[in-house]
């Protein structure tokens, strides 16, 4: 099943600076669940400084019948790419909720990345990857365009798993360019999913989200200011 967003068509790669990667989004299934949990997710258990060392994309993809009857509105998303043969290998998968509160408890809702992962390199390579993409900037695009594509603004955010420790809130801020929610702000309580403000949750405002759209809006099919 193909994804109605016009998410990225090519990602930089993590192997070759100014090398391009053509990727392929789908509405994550049970099968792509499956794949990862088979092929990916031992590398990644093998990992200590992962956040994502224990997760089972086979349990989470079950939270769907959590989030509906909230009117969370979740989108699961699988990104792969294509080899030579016309086989297809995993190298993201990410559960947004499209239908959030603002992290300030404002009007106009917001798009919650509730978890995103990507496949390390060497297990790419193992499966024929030649040309490995870098996805971590790719998939927290997926949160912005999605919001401009409901009307959002790009108003996004996350929750930075503490599993993940310093390197992920440096990922978040300094290689992604989110912002740091204030660990003194409040949060909408009432509907949110994970625990109270522990001093990292990341956000994106409208300006920061169309600054960082246009950073990646050469590598998609068309600009998002022109929805």
Not at 31 to 48: E, G, M, V
Not at 55 to 72: D, H
Request: charged residues 20%; aromatic residues 10%.
């Amino acid at each position: 099943m193909s994804v109605e967003i016009d998410l990225l068509e090519r990602v930089e790669s993590a192997d070759t600076k100014g090398l391009e990667v053509p990727i392929h989004w789908g509405v994550m299934t049970f099968d792509h669940a499956r794949n990862w949990h088979k092929n990916i997710q031992p590398s990644i258990k093998r990992d200590t400084r992962r956040a994502d060392q224990n997760w089972n994309w086979n349990e989470i993809l079950l939270l769907k019948y959590f989030y509906i009857p909230r009117g969370y509105s979740p989108l699961f998303l699988t990104a792969f790419v294509k080899l030579p043969n016309k086989s297809a290998v995993p190298v993201g998968m990410l559960l947004m909720l499209t239908r959030y509160p603002r992290i300030d408890g404002q009007a106009g809702g917001s798009v919650f990345t509730s978890f995103l992962t990507s496949a390390p390199k060497a297990t790419l390579k193992r499966l024929g990857v030649s040309a490995c993409p870098n996805m971590g900037r790719a998939l927290i695009d997926c949160g912005i365009v999605t919001s401009f594509v409901q009307g959002k603004a790009g108003r996004t955010w996350l929750h930075c798993a503490p599993a993940g420790q310093t390197w992920l809130l440096d990922f978040y801020k300094i290689t992604c360019g989110l912002h740091l929610y204030p660990k003194t702000g409040k949060l909408p309580v009432k509907n949110l999913i994970v625990p109270g403000n522990d001093g990292r949750h990341f956000f994106t405002d409208e300006s920061l989200a169309a600054r960082l759209a246009k950073d990646m809006d050469a590598l998609r099919p068309q600009p998002v200011k022109a929805r």
